[in-house]
């Protein structure tokens, strides 16, 4: 299987900071690589698909680069709401996602 | 709008078999893929599978042995089998469509757009 790293596994950071969270792939994946917010007793939300195109109805301080084995989440300007933990995932091969990255209050 | 509904046992003794549906509304089951995933209390997330329109599947490796999948269109239900179940396979257990024509420019990453609220289903005597 693909193994997905995810740094940091957390972060605090304040309302309006700039938030970026890294995704590594064990091996080259294109662009096969979708982000997802997941807030506690939820179950998780699209938010970028195919590695930089925003989903429908996600705001825009929301945005995803990168392709290959390296990726990159980036909130401009965390809102209240933005606060959750976050996850990639690859659907190059078996689907499998990284650990996680909650973004907490500080 | 499209919705998804797992329902099911909330509890399973070691050994037996979790079986739990998903019934979809508000949109087709043509085209899409039907997945189940699950996450442990606390932990990350886990893909088990899914079912195709077209009944094919395809399971996680991990569980191969152990999984089935069906998929009933004239009610609109998809269905996970999960057999001889130990207490590690305790989780939150969440149906989604995986959609495989949400495409970006000359990729096509087949995201999870839609997603049950998750179900938990504890395995113990």
């Known amino acids: 299987d693909i193994q997905m790293t995810q740094s940091p596994s957390s972060l605090s950071a304040s309302v309006g900071d700039r938030v970026t969270i890294a995704c590594r792939a064990s091996?080259?994946?294109?662009?096969?690589l979708n982000w997802y917010q997941q807030k506690p007793g939820k179950a998780p939300e699209l938010l970028i698909y195919a590695a930089t195109s925003l989903q429908s109805g996600v705001p825009a301080r929301f945005s995803g680069s990168g392709s290959g084995t390296d990726f990159t989440l980036t909130i401009s300007g965390l809102q209240p709401e933005d606060f959750a933990t976050y996850y990639c995932q690859q659907t190059y091969s078996v689907r499998t996602f990284g650990q996680g990255t909650k973004v907490e209050i500080k | 709008q499209v919705q998804l509904q797992e329902s099911g046992p909330g509890l399973v003794k070691p050994s037996e078999t979790l079986s739990l549906t998903c019934s979809v509304s508000?949109?087709?089951?043509?085209?899409?893929?039907w997945s189940w995933l699950r996450q442990p209390p606390g932990k990350g997330l886990e893909w088990l599978g899914y079912i195709s329109d077209t009944r094919g599947t395809h399971y996680n490796p991990s569980l191969k042995s152990r999984i089935t999948m069906s998929l009933n269109t004239s009610t609109r239900q998809f269905s996970l089998n999960l057999s001889s179940v130990t207490a590690a396979d305790t989780a939150v257990y969440y149906c989604a469509r995986e959609n495989e024509r949400h495409c970006a420019p000359n990729t096509c990453s087949r995201p999870f757009d839609y997603w049950g609220q998750g179900t938990l289903v504890a395995v113990s005597s």
């Open positions: 091996e080259n994946i294109s662009r096969f």
């Open positions: 508000g949109g087709s089951i043509s085209g899409y893929s």
